[in-house]
């Protein structure tokens, strides 16, 4: 999905209360999609071989997963001084938001380069500059930032399949900054009162003291998951107070702003509705409102623009690596392996209360840790680990801490999944596109199987991600494909949650149903090129379809999902942050708070990794990003 700036720490209050009252219960406290079974674009280790591993290894910290909540968990740990290793099932690094690379079949000379797909989100703002977003906080804190080349822009096209694509009002551009070039553009689109609308309901959003101000006044990098956040968070009591009852506001679905402030225009709605499911495949009744409230100011602020890194998303995903592995002082470097499957964590009972003490490898490699275990994987993932990895029924406080654990994952509900087609074209004449498009019926509800299509062409911006002459293409089907389509094809029918390579049949209704549901996909971009197919079809060209199991498979994300939704009878999540009911271990990813998108799981690995660490610590940090201008 569409991954802007989502703050989210301005429900803090509420978040720090809720923590609390879970440190003295037994209660407990908790990117876009990806297609690629290829190459390992970052050099890192492996794990070690199949063979029966016995030699036991102690780290500080061990997390689990290497997305980038788990990147910026596993760098923030590293920064703080701690020995953390970070281990991943797959070969590459960087869960949902990884690269892959393919060489054309057959290619000669130039061709022999190969292209490089971003394998999930592509579209990302307030990364280029110091600010408040929290994935640039990380990258800021680790001392990574300046490896990374952003390339700045000011929008993206969205095309309306409910109209012909002759008709002038089908296509239009959303564009950055306050020139109200956007507003000309909804005019165009939809009419004068459209636009006065919008422009009404801007102007009060983001107000000075406004909703989208208020959204972006508490930094993750002040938030821990223990009472130690009463003193963290100190420095911003004033700003606590300035938000108000406007706290209530932005963790409440995004439709109460829109009626308090008397928004009626159907096109307005349905572009928030727009909006809302590209920040969390959910529309703007069950969205909260402040990532939504946020994004406004970070998309209409005088000077706004919106990022992509030079060398695709790659380049991010080995900047987070450098910052878990440089050395630092007197302290050890982290480290990353690949091809490192956990298969249980070790828990043991200490006192009549669970404690995880590090984990065991497919292998049979034993890693233990001093500090914790912070876990990326989702919630339902994990808690599959965790029942297999119960091995003594008598540890009563255990097996309650599991059953716990257990219970919250099956009230959590999930998004769908997606469809993706992967794309190596001739280029020629198709000098003028634009990067991003997204491509809907604005006429049917935003969540409708296969409606909103989402398409990034990264070549536009660097064209050294394929060979000389060739655009390189992703589109995908947001967060709407049912999983019950596919379901069948698992060897058992159903997920059970244990994800193995050949675990679904690959036989002509599997491929047949494949080609049929990518029909979507190339129809969408016919809307961008019309003669995509043709392009397809040349010699050189590269076409990789996906589905809901590819996504499910390569990322092991239950049922293809795209990440949580509201439990039943909420209206908006209700995610816990990074604490469990099992001591030493933590959590932390898109079903932890704050939630999906980039700057949502890489706050939440900041709050995982400031738990692990005195407040001391944390304060020393966050008092030499300030004195950096790099902390609000």
Request: aromatic content about 8%.
């Amino acid at each position: 999905m569409m991954m802007m700036s989502t703050v989210l720490a301005t429900h803090v209050l509420l978040y720090a209360a809720a923590q609390f009252s879970h440190q003295t219960s037994v209660a407990w406290a908790f990117c876009i999609p990806s297609t690629a079974p290829f190459s390992r674009l970052s050099p890192v280790r492996s794990g070690a071989s199949s063979e029966a591993v016995t030699q036991e290894e102690q780290w500080d910290v061990i997390v689990v997963g290497s997305g980038i909540g788990g990147l910026c968990a596993s760098a923030m740990c590293a920064r703080y001084g701690l020995k953390t290793l970070c281990v991943e099932a797959h070969d590459v690094a960087g869960g949902v938001a990884h690269s892959f690379q393919r060489k054309s079949p057959g290619g000669e000379g130039a061709l022999q380069r190969p292209f490089v797909f971003d394998s999930g989100p592509s579209l990302l703002s307030g990364m280029s500059a110091k600010g408040t977003n929290p994935l640039r906080q990380v990258l800021d804190a680790v001392g990574v930032a300046h490896e990374i080349e952003w390339v700045t822009y000011d929008g993206w096209m969205l095309h309306d399949t409910s109209l012909p694509i002759t008709d002038p009002r089908s296509s239009f551009r959303l564009t950055t900054g306050s020139s109200n070039t956007f507003e000309q553009a909804i005019e165009h689109k939809a009419g004068i009162q459209s636009r006065i609308e919008f422009n009404t309901f801007k102007r009060r959003i983001m107000s000075p003291g406004g909703l989208s101000e208020s959204s972006a006044l508490i930094p993750p990098l002040a938030l821990r998951g223990d009472w130690g956040a009463v003193l963290t968070m100190l420095s911003y009591l004033g700003k606590f107070l300035k938000i108000g009852v406007q706290g209530t506001l932005l963790t409440g679905p995004f439709t109460q702003c829109m009626n308090l402030y008397g928004l009626k225009d159907p096109f307005v709605k349905k572009w928030f509705d727009y909006l809302a499911f590209a920040l969390s495949g959910l529309d703007a009744a069950h969205t909260q409102a402040a990532p939504v409230a946020y994004t406004m100011i970070d998309l209409h602020k005088k000077g706004a623009v919106l990022d992509y890194p030079k060398g695709g998303i790659d380049s991010l995903v080995k900047a987070l690596v450098k910052g878990l592995e440089m050395q630092r002082d007197s302290f050890a470097p982290g480290e990353l392996r690949v091809n490192s499957r956990v298969t249980r964590f070790i828990l043991q009972e200490e006192n009549n209360r669970p404690k995880c003490t590090g984990v065991v490898l497919e292998n049979g490699q034993v890693l233990k840790a001093k500090r914790g275990v912070i876990c990326n994987a989702p919630l339902w993932n994990m808690a599959k680990l965790l029942e297999d990895s119960i091995v003594n029924p008598l540890d009563l406080s255990v097996a309650a801490a599991v059953h716990d654990i257990r219970a919250k994952a099956k009230q959590m509900e999930m998004t769908g999944s997606f469809m993706h087609l992967h794309l190596g074209i001739p280029s020629e004449g198709l000098e003028n596109l634009d990067c991003h498009h997204s491509v809907l019926n604005f006429d049917q509800d935003i969540t409708a199987e296969q409606n909103l299509v989402i398409v990034s062409i990264p070549t536009v911006f660097d064209s050294t991600l394929a060979p000389e002459g060739y655009h390189v293409i992703h589109a995908y089907t947001a967060a709407s494909e049912d999983f019950g389509d596919w379901e069948t094809k698992l060897e058992e029918k159903c997920d059970n949650g244990k994800i193995e390579a050949n675990d679904y049949k690959r036989d002509k209704s599997y491929k047949d149903l494949k080609e049929k549901k990518a029909e979507a996909l190339w129809m969408a971009l016919e809307r961008i090129i019309p003669d995509i197919r043709e392009r397809a079809n040349r010699k050189g060209s590269i076409v990789e379809i996906g589905t809901p199991l590819t996504h499910r498979r390569y990322n092991r994300r239950f049922r293809g999902t795209y990440g949580p939704a509201p439990s039943e009878g909420k209206e908006v999540w209700d995610l816990p942050g990074p604490m469990t009911p099992i001591e030493g271990l933590l959590a932390c990813g898109d079903t932890s708070f704050p939630g999906i998108g980039l700057p949502g799981v890489a706050a939440s690995g900041t709050i995982a990794a400031n738990t692990l660490v005195g407040v001391d610590v944390q304060l020393k940090l966050m008092r030499e990003m300030k004195d950096a201008g790099a902390l609000q």
